[in-house]
């Protein structure tokens, strides 16, 4: 089991920066591939971006291609997603998931994902 508890959300106005980060338990941490995903209000969840278990390949959404960065520090079980420029339209409750073995790349589906975090708030004013 793995418990994924996300942080560093907030109120940001457009252009602006914030890091999110994604603390999990558990001493495998390494072992797992980690993906950031997106839910605004009525709309579905959408993936973000995801980090292999060695952090050496990543993938992101189109939209947010260029201005945000995942990355990982596997000795203090920490997932990060940089996001730089921010939009309006990346107002969302922010989650971060974990696929555990045998999935090792970064995923972008959703379903691949067996672990998820209750999410924080990113709101960007315009």
């Known amino acids: 089991q793995v418990q994924l508890v996300e942080s560093g959300g907030g109120l940001v106005q457009a252009g602006g920066s914030l890091r999110l980060s994604c603390a999990a338990s558990?001493?495998?941490?390494?072992?797992?591939?980690m993906g950031w995903f997106r839910q605004a209000p009525g709309k579905e969840r959408e993936f973000v971006a995801a980090?292999?278990?060695?952090?050496?390949?990543?993938s992101y959404a189109d939209s947010v291609k260029g201005r945000f960065t995942i990355s990982r520090d596997n000795a203090k079980n920490t997932v990060y997603l940089q996001m730089n420029s921010l939009k309006p339209e990346d107002t969302a409750l922010y989650y971060c998931?974990?696929?555990?073995?045998?999935?090792?790349?970064?995923?972008?589906?959703?379903?691949?994902?067996?672990?998820w975090g209750q999410g924080t708030q990113v709101t960007v004013s315009s």
């Open positions: 998931a974990a696929a555990r073995s045998p999935i090792t790349t970064a995923q972008r589906m959703a379903g691949q994902y067996d672990y």
């Open positions: 558990g001493r495998t941490f390494s072992r797992y591939a």
């Open positions: 980090i292999s278990w060695s952090g050496g390949s990543t």
